[in-house]
């Protein structure tokens, strides 16, 4: 049986250090293969979006767009991709920063072949295991109609709205792959599942607003968002203006 390629994406400016961590990469580890080499997290995500890899691998420090915007926006969109930074001591602090937006983990310039290794092992172990859960999941996609996987979605987005949620999360817990629920939904309803969660939440937070008595962080916290800043440009992206403008607006 042919041992599975995990597809990888390099982000890093620096031609040299960029195909010397793809020779690593491949060398330390052979379920992992590197399949793009882009020099700005502009360029990786556009790559990322058309044809999404198994893991990215980005420097903080790029032109365009850093690394750290790179990782924020595959955590909002993408986030069954997972995320390695690369970073030296100078950006260390950020490297910490870049955990909050689901980043895997992270290595230190120059990269150290042990480190790596570990890094890639544990990848792999992850890797393995959902794509274990996924040809589990297979009998049951075939036994259910797009509509009811859709309705089922739904159903579970309604129920946990006001937790931890996202694409994985869903997959994991109805048995699905977060590929496959991408492709039906979007069959079905025309958008993403991420974009319904979004979009459901901003519904009963934009319900909420008309309770005097909550602080807009409240009402974040109770639709899922920990994050007021990632809550208020949600709101802005699914009605045109950000929470405050729209409490606002209530009262006039």
């Not at 008595?213 to 007021?228: E, K, R, S």
Request: with cysteine; aromatic share 10%.
């Amino acid at each position: 049986m042919e041992e599975r390629k995990y597809r990888v994406i390099i982000a890093e400016d620096e031609k040299l250090i960029a195909k010397n961590i793809a020779k690593h990469i491949e060398a330390e580890n052979p379920c992992f293969k590197v399949c793009g080499i882009y020099s700005n997290g502009e360029d990786a995500l556009n790559a990322i979006k058309q044809q999404p890899p198994d893991v990215v691998f980005t420097d903080i420090s790029m032109p365009v767009m850093s690394g750290l915007e790179l990782a924020s926006k595959i955590h909002h969109t993408m986030n069954n991709v997972k995320c390695v930074i690369i970073t030296g001591y100078a950006d260390f602090q950020y490297a910490k920063e870049a955990l909050h937006y689901g980043v895997r983990d992270y290595l230190l310039k120059p990269v150290d072949k042990e480190e790596l290794h570990r890094v890639l092992k544990e990848l792999e172990l992850s890797l393995t295991d959902i794509y274990a859960g996924v040809k589990a999941g297979n009998d049951q996609e075939a036994s259910l109609s797009p509509e009811e996987i859709v309705k089922l979605v739904k159903e579970y987005v309604q129920n946990n709205y006001s937790g931890d949620l996202d694409l994985n999360t869903i997959a994991q817990n109805l048995g699905f792959s977060s590929s496959y629920l991408t492709k039906v939904f979007n069959r079905v309803d025309g958008i993403t599942p991420s974009k319904y969660i979004r979009n459901y939440r901003m519904g009963i937070a934009k319900q909420l607003m008309n309770d005097k008595g909550m602080t807009l962080q409240q009402i974040a916290a109770a639709v899922g968002y920990n994050d007021p800043f990632h809550f208020s440009r949600s709101f802005k992206q699914t009605f045109g203006m950000n929470p405050t403008e729209y409490r606002e607006s209530l009262n006039r």
